[in-house]
């Protein structure tokens, strides 16, 4: 789930919805009314894996603050690209050990 921080981030958190989309992975951004608080809790109660946090200066870095389910602190502010091969090695790593080389 992605959730922008505040409206002006609703064009980012779409960008990094349709960016982890185009990789294959399914996602959602959450672009309604409500607090930030209220969107991270919608999340976790629907149990997503990862909930992806942007506002301002995550759109400058080009990164999401990364939260993840069972967690309870957020593992931080990364790249988007770096979060995307974090992703995607676990996939690459099973498809390997099936004698199955997947390309993403």
Same mark, same amino acid.
């Given at each position: 789930?992605?959730?922008?921080?505040?409206? !002006?981030?609703?064009?980012?958190?779409?960008?990094?919805?349709?960016?982890?989309?185009? #990789?294959?992975?399914?996602?959602?951004?959450?672009?309604? !009314?409500?607090?930030?608080?209220?969107?991270? #809790?919608?999340?976790?109660?629907?149990?997503?894996?990862?909930?992806?946090?942007?506002?301002?200066?995550?759109? %400058?870095? @080009?990164?999401?603050?990364?939260?993840?389910?069972?967690?309870?602190?957020?593992?931080?502010?990364?790249? @988007?690209?770096?979060?995307? %091969?974090?992703?995607?090695?676990?996939?690459?790593?099973?498809? #390997? #050990?099936?004698?199955?080389?997947?390309?993403?």
């Amino acid at each position: 789930m992605v959730i922008p921080v505040s409206d !002006d981030a609703f064009e980012y958190a779409t960008y990094v919805k349709e960016t982890l989309h185009a #990789r294959g992975f399914h996602v959602e951004a959450n672009l309604g !009314d409500g607090t930030l608080n209220k969107k991270v #809790r919608e999340a976790q109660v629907a149990q997503f894996n990862y909930i992806l946090v942007v506002g301002k200066d995550e759109e %400058e870095q @080009l990164a999401v603050n990364v939260r993840v389910r069972g967690q309870k602190r957020p593992l931080g502010t990364k790249g @988007l690209q770096e979060f995307l %091969e974090e992703l995607e090695e676990p996939k690459t790593a099973c498809s #390997r #050990r099936r004698g199955v080389v997947l390309v993403v």
